[in-house]
């Protein structure tokens, strides 16, 4: 069965701190996709990145990175210097080959950024 | 270039009543998708539909819910008697292409139900 798992329910960090949100998924396919979506305090969600699992390559974007290793099947995200408007809830999605429109997400976490 | 459009964002119903949520999707897009987040919990996928076609409700409770998405106009979810478990975030998503293809699905604001 498919399943996303985030296990840290809340994180607290101070501006300028890096932090590492983790991820890990369970599927039997062995075509399917990782994406990391980002909710705020307003509400909307806000998509950052989608991965396939044939692209282990790691991904940066500004201050944003994520290490895709299918060996310990995780999809990690690094904020690096932190800022408050980080604060939000964080979700990691999982959709396989076969029916790769239904987005399976984990729990969410949520990240507090202190000035 | 707008984005995927709902509304209401908010939506108060008394028990018994209906709700009506309406979704428009980015333009260009085809495929619209429904989840439903429950309070502190992740989104749960509900169906997915393309213009004029149910291609897959299963994650739909089998009563009072439906949904549509007509050749013209949004998409609607559909909530009859609603009931306090029913209170919720409902998010609409909306991608290019569908099913085989896995196209970033974009989320609209979602309509927050609250159900009294």
């Known amino acids: 069965a498919q399943k996303v798992t985030q296990a840290q329910t809340e994180i607290s960090v101070v501006e300028k701190e890096d932090v590492t949100l983790d991820c890990v998924y369970e599927?039997?396919?062995?075509?399917?996709?990782l994406f990391w979506y980002k909710q705020p305090p307003s509400g909307e969600l806000v998509f950052l990145i989608r991965?396939?699992?044939?692209?282990?390559q790691n991904e940066i974007s500004g201050r944003y990175s994520w290490n895709f290793q299918k060996s310990t099947s995780s999809f990690n995200f690094t904020i690096t210097a932190s800022q408050v408007v980080d604060s939000a809830v964080y979700f990691c999605?999982?959709?396989?080959?076969?029916?790769?429109?239904?987005?399976?997400f984990g729990s969410g976490t949520r990240l507090l950024v202190r000035p | 270039n707008a984005g995927v459009m709902q509304n209401p964002r908010h939506l108060v119903r008394r028990r018994g009543q209906e709700a009506r949520l309406r979704c428009s999707p980015m333009k260009g897009h085809s495929h619209v998708y429904w989840y439903r987040q429950l309070p502190e919990e992740g989104l749960k996928f509900m169906v997915y539909?393309?213009?004029?076609?149910?291609?897959?409700e299963s994650g739909m409770p089998k009563e009072r819910f439906s949904a549509e998405f007509p050749k013209e106009g949004p998409s609607i979810l559909r909530i009859q008697q609603v009931v306090r478990g029913d209170s919720a975030a409902y998010f609409c998503?909306?991608?290019?292409?569908?099913?085989?293809?896995?196209?970033?699905?974009?989320f609209g604001p979602g309509t927050r139900l609250t159900v009294l």
């Open positions: 991965r396939n699992s044939f692209d282990e």
């Open positions: 599927t039997r396919d062995t075509t399917y996709y």
């Open positions: 539909l393309q213009k004029e076609n149910i291609i897959d």
């Open positions: 999605a999982l959709s396989e080959g076969g029916s790769s429109y239904k987005l399976i």
């Open positions: 998503a909306s991608s290019p292409t569908g099913a085989g293809s896995a196209d970033t699905q974009y």
